[in-house]
């Protein structure tokens, strides 16, 4: 029975008998051969896989590095929990805040943040402050209101966000019964990549090379400065100032690996491949990694050993992207 990351990696992670344990049961997420995007991109069949960290408790993988910081907060005698998110972030936070009887504060920005996740947030009885402005905007205002009221942080700049986070690394080595080659996954606030590769770092061994995605219009390790109005159909990672931001550079370049970007409309494009020829629904940040993968196969980057795409989020969360295209309508043939 799966009881939860905590449970399952104990002895790697920073806990003691003393920890309360918060869980919603979260990890263990299947790890899906995609055989129709191998041949998309010019591989045999079980070369390529997908992480399905949609299928955690809140619907993203958050609830890894949420179950942590929230037991850890429980531990500390903390009184309750803020963050600023795009809204997976506030999903987790205000799911695990709930069955740890903490207040839970979220800030989010006012435009933009898919209407699964607000739904979540208030589901589970958080205290929602919308930011006028962008996800940047609200973690600046987070900072400091958490500093007034002495709650906990639970960002990523929060280290137990990422300890929790890179047991999915754990994970993928365990079910493919060795690292793969490559890993492929979207760049936001950039917790995400710096936790992959602690995880791998900790495995030792051979270590895959991290291929990381941000938008094009929200792509500040790609451009190498901050991006003041960040643009992109993925609001999950619509980023300007990334918290991570050195902890991604070293995983970018201690992995030979890189960080790009890709654009909406490769995006969109990888989100309905997906949807559509694997029968994986995610949400649009999350297809960047795919788009990455397929960029990489346009452009002739050699593609070779097996290839990990990390599907960070569910696309039930953002029920209204798939309202804006065009379907088939039932015809006899
Ligand atoms: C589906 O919830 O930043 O690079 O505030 O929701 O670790 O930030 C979400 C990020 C990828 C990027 N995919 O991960 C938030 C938030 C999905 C996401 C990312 C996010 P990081």
Redesign the pocket.
Known sequence: MNKGVIARYRGRLPVSDKTPVVTLCEGSTPLLRADLLAAAVGLREGSVYLKLEGMNPTG???DRGMTLAVSKALEEGSQGVV????????ASAAAYAARAGLRCIIFIPKAGVAVGKIAQALMHGSELVEVRGN?DKAMTVSLSRAAELGFTVV??VNPYRIEGQKTAAFEVAEDLGAPPELLFL????????TAYWKGFCELGGRRPRLMGYQAAGAAPLVLGRDVEDPKTVAS??R?GK?L?RAGALAARDQSAGLIDSVTDAEIIAAYRLLAKAEGVFC?P??AASVAGLLKCRREKVPLSGRIVCVL??HGL?DPQTPMRFKYRPFKER
């Open positions: 993203s993988f958050k963050c600023a998110s795009t809204g997976n972030t506030a996800f960002n990523s979207p760049v936001g606030n950039a917790g995400n990549i999950a990672i980023i990334p991570s949400e940040a999350s960070t989020g969360k």
